[in-house]
Nanobody, 124 residues
Framework: QVQLVESGGGLVQAGGSLRLSCAAS??????????TGWFRQAPGKEREFVAA????????AYADSVKGRFTISRDNARSTLFLQMNSLKPEDTAVYSC???????????????WGQGTQVTVSS
């Protein structure tokens, strides 16, 4: 059974930083074969794309709202995905979830495996 488990969320003041991690496990799951991404969902809003990284770990994509502030990376040897979030704003407050899949890599529909999510709260 494939599992993605996020960690690193919490409460931070505006302008602060957090680093999210997403650890993948599962005997039949080859993490390095999948594109991976981060999505977020704020209360009353739909889940939205944040950042994604190709299976090679070379090519990345970001939502305009986080470009220049967030950095996505992955360690295929440790089957782990990261999201470094700097200069956080109150509007970044949401549940952040990691995902793995082989479809359209900047779309919710492109991912088949999801983590449970971790709460990020940015106070003003």
């Amino acid at each position: 059974q494939v599992q993605l488990v996020e960690s690193g969320g919490g409460l931070v003041q505006a302008g602060g930083s957090l680093r999210l991690s997403c650890a993948a496990s599962g005997r039949t799951f080859t993490f390095s074969a999948y594109n991976t991404g981060w999505f977020r969902q704020a209360p009353g809003k739909e889940r939205e794309f944040v950042a994604a990284i190709r299976w090679t770990g070379v090519t990345t994509a970001y939502a305009d709202s986080v470009k220049g502030r967030f950095t996505i990376s992955r360690d295929n040897a440790r089957s782990t995905l990261f999201l470094q979030m700097n200069s956080l704003k109150p509007e970044d407050t949401a549940v952040y979830s990691c995902a793995a899949g082989g479809g359209i890599w900047t779309s919710v529909s492109g991912y088949t495996t999801w983590g449970q999510g971790t709460q990020v709260t940015v106070s003003s």
